[in-house]
């Protein structure tokens, strides 16, 4: 009888080579928790994919030198990576991660993926420096018609004026009593 034969009576291996771990032979990596924290599961999955790299690192050793006595180390190794991976897949569906395409693409090309955030701030920036110079180009544009105006029909332009004014003390008064910002935002109030 060979050594495998011998250990599958045990609990150490199948017959067919496949490793049947132990009760204290490996521990699993993660343990239930009675609320799903994403960071938490987050972290399980980060904590998982490490463990997995170590495992692969390990089998590279293993086959790198391999010999016929490291045989079952080896056996070993590998059914602690499929159990590993098998663990990983079942964390990653605690997970709800979104990924954009464009950075497994930039990952694909063998490129950084914080080029993609660079290149959407960029994008915003660049949206944001747009939407400001139309702002600013209407903004000269009323300035410039109230001048007009004034020099036309100055009655006119100052009951405007009034009653602009008085529209923008009374939505101040109102902001102020329902605790709105000027700028459409709710101030919340911290309770210590």
Do not use: W
């Given at each position: 009888?060979?050594?495998?034969?011998?250990?599958?009576?045990?609990?150490?291996?199948?017959?067919?080579?496949?490793?049947?771990?132990?009760?204290?032979?490996?521990?699993?990596?993660?343990?239930?928790?009675?609320?799903?924290?994403?960071?938490?599961?987050?972290?399980?999955?980060?904590?998982?994919?490490?463990?997995?790299?170590?495992?692969?690192?390990?089998?590279?050793?293993?086959?790198?030198?391999?010999?016929?006595?490291?045989?079952?180390?080896?056996?070993?190794r590998l059914n602690s990576l499929v159990l590993?991976?098998?663990?990983?897949?079942?964390?990653?569906?605690?997970?709800?991660?979104?990924?954009?395409?464009?950075?497994?693409?930039?990952?694909?090309?063998?490129?950084?993926?914080?080029?993609?955030?660079?290149?959407?701030?960029?994008?915003?920036?660049?949206?944001?420096?747009?939407?400001?110079?139309?702002?600013?180009?209407?903004?000269?544009?009323?300035?410039?018609?109230?001048?007009?105006?004034?020099?036309?029909?100055?009655?006119?332009?100052?009951?405007?004026?009034?009653?602009?004014?008085?529209?923008?003390?009374?939505?101040?008064?109102?902001?102020?009593?329902?605790?709105?910002?000027?700028?459409?935002?709710?101030?919340?109030?911290?309770?210590?």
């Open positions: 009888m060979d050594s495998l034969q011998n250990t599958a009576g045990t609990g150490g291996s199948g017959g067919n080579g496949i490793i049947v771990p132990q009760a204290n032979d490996t521990a699993p990596t993660s343990t239930p928790t009675p609320a799903d924290d994403p960071k938490q599961n987050l972290n399980q999955v980060i904590n998982s994919i490490q463990k997995t790299l170590g495992l692969i690192h390990q089998l590279y050793l293993t086959v790198s030198s391999f010999n016929a006595a490291s045989q079952l180390p080896l056996l070993q590993e991976l098998d663990n990983m897949v079942k964390l990653s569906e605690k997970c709800s991660i979104q990924v954009p395409m464009e950075v497994l693409n930039l990952i694909d090309d063998g490129k950084n993926p914080d080029e993609f955030t660079k290149d959407v701030i960029n994008s915003c920036i660049a949206k944001n420096q747009i939407t400001k110079g139309k702002t600013d180009a209407f903004k000269n544009l009323r300035n410039h018609l109230l001048e007009e105006l004034e020099q036309t029909f100055p009655d006119e332009v100052e009951s405007y004026r009034d009653i602009r004014a008085a529209s923008a003390a009374e939505l101040k008064r109102l902001a102020q009593a329902q605790s709105i910002m000027p700028n459409g935002d709710v101030k919340v109030k911290t309770e210590l």
